[in-house]
């Protein structure tokens, strides 16, 4: 369902830029960018709950840099539509709580790792002039994250009990931005953003049967240094 959801989402907001651009002929030029994704995570986790679980035991989650490409698609000459995209990062999910289980060693230990794949569609609202050098925007879309080569570190498996595979479910979500774009001529230009989107997933390891659980609130908070090249004008 998440996915379907992400789909039509996507799939509207290309639909919408198509149709607007056919509209605005030449005066509504189109960029695409590149650049870094530098995210922080402002994640919270409930402790693991299951069978033979020490109570108290959590996780956070490490800050990821990463590539990031976008495309922006001119529907008039305040609006646009951004789709974004970050090269898959590997995340770490970092233990907390005891400082050992029986033996070994536990708190502040990597215990997994896992890469997401996250598209978010943005409509944007740009202020001042298509000709000003400096146009601050604001915008708000919908995040789509899948969740993928999930595993679990020697360290996590030491914890656990040996090995372990792990799931975690898609999330769709609300995405908010804000930034301004510096044009230093009709093709060439740079942007700074801010972003947060909202991202939840619930973590759950298997361990011969055994199964634990973890509600994962990730909260990306993303600045975005790029550069961007204009065309069909």
Do not use: C
Request: charged share 10%; proline share 6%.
């Amino acid at each position: 369902m998440q996915y379907k959801i992400a789909t039509l989402a996507l799939g509207t907001a290309l639909a919408l830029a198509a149709t607007t651009g056919a509209h605005a002929g030449n005066a509504t030029p189109n960029d695409i960018r590149i650049g870094g994704y530098f995210v922080h995570f402002d994640s919270s986790a409930t402790d693991f709950t299951g069978p033979y679980t020490v109570p108290g035991l959590n996780a956070s989650i490490n800050n990821a840099t990463t590539l990031y490409l976008g495309y922006v698609r001119t529907l008039s000459r305040h609006f646009a539509v951004e789709l974004a995209f970050g090269w898959p990062p590997v995340t770490h999910a970092v233990a907390r709580g005891p400082a050992a289980v029986g033996s070994v060693p536990y708190n502040g230990q990597k215990i997994a790792s896992v890469r997401w794949l996250s598209p978010t569609a943005l409509l944007e609202y740009n202020f001042f002039s298509p000709d000003a050098h400096w146009r601050p925007f604001v915008g708000v879309g919908v995040n789509y994250t899948y969740f993928y080569d999930r595993r679990i570190t020697p360290a996590g498996e030491a914890v656990v009990g040996g090995p372990t595979s792990v799931s975690m479910p898609s999330s769709v979500g609300p995405a908010v931005t804000a930034g301004f774009t510096y044009r230093f001529n009709q093709r060439w230009h740079m942007v700074a953003s801010y972003s947060v989107a909202q991202v939840n997933s619930r973590l759950t390891t298997d361990t011969a049967g055994v199964f634990r659980t973890s509600s994962v609130h990730f909260w990306p908070n993303a600045v975005v240094l790029s550069v961007g090249y204009s065309f069909g004008f």
